[in-house]
């Protein structure tokens, strides 16, 4: 679970964000840019991060506040697990990412596999929608959806990519120790395990 100051600090910036979009007065507009100082700096001070490099990653966040959405691709050859291993951190995840505009969740998580692992998939059940905060990842600024979708293997091939360094399918008492916590945890892992030897679970949400 994530610290509260973070989670105040994420409400303080969504509610600065909020009234700066919508706000028309010149006064409350200053009050509402204080807010938005005010919620970096206790970001910047609990996690001893550079405040300069919090006030450029706001600045860019316009319109109203929604989470962000991540997807993650659930795929089973055999019994065995597909991973991928990032170049950023060097960690083994599910394929998966950002879900870009112009994408549907499924649309963009089948995109990731292809372009994580080389592999053709297609959707077949969404497994799971977690609000990141409230699991075992680090903390981030941002406040994220996790969706898992459970996909069927159609084809390709094992391929990295400039975000992946090693592609391959794990069981489950094969699965690497350094994991990429950031994308996806231990705990997450074993559930998704257990949902594909249940498949008549219903989707898991917080």
């Keep these: 679970m994530e610290p509260h100051w973070l989670n105040w600090a994420k409400k303080l910036q969504a509610i600065a964000q909020n009234g700066l979009t919508f706000n028309k007065e010149p006064y409350d ?20 991060a550079d405040i300069t490099q919090l006030q450029n990653i706001f600045s ?4 109203y506040a929604t989470p962000k959405v991540d997807v993650r691709g659930v795929v089973f050859r055999d019994e065995a697990l597909l991973l991928v291993k990032e170049r950023s951190d060097g960690g083994w995840t599910l394929p998966g990412g950002w879900a870009d505009v112009g994408d549907s969740p499924s649309e963009a998580v089948v995109r990731e596999i292809y372009e994580e692992s080389g592999y053709q998939t297609q959707v077949v059940k969404l497994l799971a929608v977690y609000d990141r905060s409230k699991h075992d990842h680090p903390p981030s600024v941002y406040h994220i959806y996790k969706l898992f979708f459970q996909c069927q293997l159609l084809g390709g091939s094992a391929t990295t990519s400039i975000e992946t360094e090693d592609v391959a399918f794990f069981r489950e008492d094969k699965i690497p120790e350094q994991l990429s916590q950031g994308r996806v945890t231990p705990t997450q892992i074993k559930r998704m395990f257990e949902h594909s030897r249940h498949q008549e679970w219903q989707t898991d949400y917080d």
């Design 29 to 48: 507009t200053e009050r509402y840019q204080a807010i938005r100082e005010i919620a970096l700096e206790i970001m910047a001070q609990e996690a001893k």
């Design 60 to 63: 860019q966040e316009v319109g």
